[in-house]
Structure formats: C-alpha cells, structure tokens
C-alpha cells in the first residue's frame, strides 16, 4: 500500500510541475491552453474553465488506551475532484463533484447573481459559518481543520444566500435545505433544514492586518437525529469520540442545535495567527446539552511569502511562492502548530486536546506537499485516557 502511495505520489507530481511550466498557447477563437482548458469572450464577458484537485494522503497514528495500542498505518486518495466554472450571461456558475470510493458527490455546484449591493448564490453550497470552514481546503494550513467544523458538521446543502461586502467588512445570511447523498443512487434531499449568518469585519493594526468576526447557525435535523463525533486531526482513524442522538438512542433524539462562534484572524508579513471558538446547543435530549470547541494556530513562512487574505469575504486564500522551483527557486516553506480543544464532558462522552504541527511546501502556485505531526489526549470521566500520535504527508495539485 505505502509503495502504491509514494508511485502515485510522484506521478502526480511529475503531471503537476508539466503543467506549471507549460507555455500558455492563446488561439484566436478565446481558447486558452495554461494547465488546463479555458474559454473566454472579451465582449460578452463568458466564460468556461475546467477545475479540480486532487489530494494523495498517507498517515501512520496511534491510539494508546490503558496500554493498548491500536495502529493505522494507511494511504488514500483524499479527494478528487473535477468541475467547471465560468460566467454566462453575466450569472456565475460552478459545478464541482467528488469521484472517489465508487461514488459521485457533490461539492459546490451553484449560481451567481449581482442583484445592486448584494450578489445571490442558489444551489450546493456551505453554509455561512467559520473562517476555517470557509476557506477552501487548498488553502488551509494544515491537513485538517479545527475540530470544530467536524464534529458540528459544518457542510454543504441546497440552499440560497445572500452576500454582501465593503471596504473591509462582510455580512451573509442563507437559508437551506436537506443534503444529497451519493448522487449515483439518489438525487433525494434528507428532511434536515438549517439557517446561518456571518459577519466579518478587517482593519489595519499597525503593519497587521486583523480579522473580526461572528457567526450562528440554526440547524433542524429532521427525524433522523444526529451523531456528534470528530477524528484527532487525521482522516485515516476510526472517530475518537461519538455521541449518538439518533432516534432510540440512551442520550435520546436531538431534535434541533443553535451553533455560534468567534472568529480571530491575523497577518502581518510572514507570520499569521488564526483562532475560533465555536459552541452548540443541543434541543430535545436530556438536559439540553452544550458542546464547545475552540483552537489557535501559528504559521510562519521561512522564506518571506505572506498568507493571502480578503477582507470582502472575510476568509483566507492563496498563498504563491516569490519564486517557485520551475523559475529556479526554492518555493515557499512554511511552518506551523496548532492547538485544539473540544469538549463534549456535558454527555460524558469526554475532552479531546490535540497538537498538530505542520510543515508545508509550495512547491509551485498550485502544487503543494504537506507535513503533519500529530499529539493528542482523549480524557473521559471513569475510564482510561486514550493518547494519540503520529505523522501524515499529502501531496496536493489543484487547479
């Protein structure tokens, strides 16, 4: 398995850095040939380009618990995933879909309007919540997001919203419906419902740029319940810990959960600071119960890059090495650590703190290698701790 990682591992990036450095061929009729096929008409103002991404993950992690071990030592294609953006008729589309384990889900796929100041998306989309939820996985610092967008399930669904951004503010709201499942099987939505809103806000401190912001979201899980449950900052393991309000269930049913968080961001120069504090209410099992979850992480680019922000969105973007290898530098270096915490002691089901610290190449614009080393500590009330260790490696292309 790990022989099959490493040769998939070095075809992918072989493919990768051949596209970075092929010459852009500009043909009279609007097509463009820089990596990937796009299309473009300077009059109307439409447009069509091919995206997508594909992430090869290996890991080797321990779980320890009262002198038990339990080892996971795995590759996995992460995520592969092909779509389409463009404009036509001044409406922005984009249609993006996961090809991975037999399946076909789907990821972003929806509609843009201008409506005067506000701009509308229709369709699959995330809700409204998190900087680190918000920011695309191509850009985050380390192979994993914070607990919190995990075991609150912050995720896609058919829904509307509406945006809207000034000189260094953000405000959003968006109202959802149900998820689709394995679009090869079924195109039928679940009975959950949810509704969010987020508002950031940027200024200037000094030489830093210093990010503010809020978020809520009220999510109605229909009549299936809910498992609230989280990975240690690794997508290999089995889910460290679980609680179970599904319908018959010893917690009993949830019914519906209020979910608010804070947002801190950041930046000046090569170093960036990101922090969020999340909190869910549970309605319908016993006791209403709350969930918390918070973590701060600290990057720093060895060789002077800066992270990419925009205050419109309110949310992190790419990061492109000063000189990548292709023009004879040596990328972009970066290092990080993070420290998470979730708390789930009001069902007894325990505390959950981690260390992840990071090591991230950019190698070009859009090929990246990442390196995880994780250290974490399962605490439950009247049983042993489990510890958690270990190290993971991607390769990551996008474009």
């Known amino acids: 398995m790990t022989g099959h990682f490493f040769a998939s591992t070095f075809l992918a990036a072989s493919t990768a850095l051949a596209l970075a450095t092929t010459a852009t061929a500009q043909e009279a009729d609007g097509w463009e040939f820089d990596g990937v096929p796009s299309w473009n008409d300077v009059a109307s103002g439409d447009s069509f380009t091919f995206r997508g991404r594909v992430y090869l993950d290996y890991g080797d992690i321990d779980f320890t618990t009262g002198g038990v071990r339990t080892g996971y030592a795995d590759s996995e294609i992460r995520t592969a995933r092909l779509g389409v953006t463009g404009t036509v008729s001044g409406v922005g589309y984009v249609a993006e879909f996961d090809l991975i384990n037999d399946a076909v889900a789907a990821n972003d796929v929806y509609l843009a309007f201008d409506a005067g100041p506000v701009g509308i998306k229709i ?14 996985s191509r850009y985050i610092t380390f192979m994993e997001r914070g607990l919190g967008t995990d075991l609150f399930g912050l995720d896609r669904r058919i829904g509307v919203a ?18 689709p499942g394995d679009l090869t099987q079924s195109v039928a939505l679940d ?10 806000r940027a200024f200037t401190v000094n030489d830093a740029t210093v990010h503010l912001g809020a978020s809520v979201r009220h999510l109605d899980y229909g009549d299936a319940g809910t498992r609230i449950r989280v990975r240690p900052q690794t997508h290999i393991t089995d889910r460290i810990v679980t609680a179970d309000f599904r319908p018959g269930r010893a917690l009993g ?3 519906s959960a209020f979910l608010r968080g804070l947002e801190f961001a950041a930046v000046n120069g090569p170093f960036h600071v990101t922090a969020e504090w999340m909190v869910q209410s549970m309605d319908g099992p016993a006791s209403d119960p709350d969930f918390d979850t918070r973590f701060v992480s600290f990057g720093w680019f060895l ?10 969105s309110g949310k992190f973007g790419r ?7 292709s023009n004879g530098g ?3 270096w970066e290092i990080a650590v993070r420290f998470d915490r979730a708390d789930l002691d009001s069902v007894a089901a325990g505390e959950l703190n981690t260390i992840t610290a990071g090591l991230n190449w950019y190698l070009e614009d859009h090929v990246r290698v990442m390196a995880n080393l994780v250290d974490g500590r399962l605490s439950v009330p009247g049983a042993a701790n ?5 190290a993971q490696l991607r390769l990551q292309w996008d474009f």
């Not at 949810?194 to 950031?200: D, Q």
């Not at 060789?303 to 419109?312: F, H, K, L, Q």
């Not at 990061?319 to 290898?325: E, K, L, M, S």
């Open 330 to 332: 040596p990328g972009a």
């Open 319 to 325: 990061t492109r090495p000063t000189t990548a290898i």
């Open 162 to 179: 509406m945006l809207h951004a000034g000189d260094g503010y953000s405000l959003s709201v968006g109202a959802y419906g149900g998820r």
């Open 123 to 136: 369709g699959h989309m995330k809700t409204t919540n998190s900087i680190e939820e918000l920011t695309s």
């Open 253 to 255: 049913e949830a019914d």
């Open 386 to 390: 489990t510890d958690v260790s270990g």
């Open 191 to 200: 009975d959950s419902w949810a509704v969010s809103a987020r508002a950031s």
């Open 303 to 312: 060789t002077g890059e800066t992270r990419s922000y925009s205050a419109r």
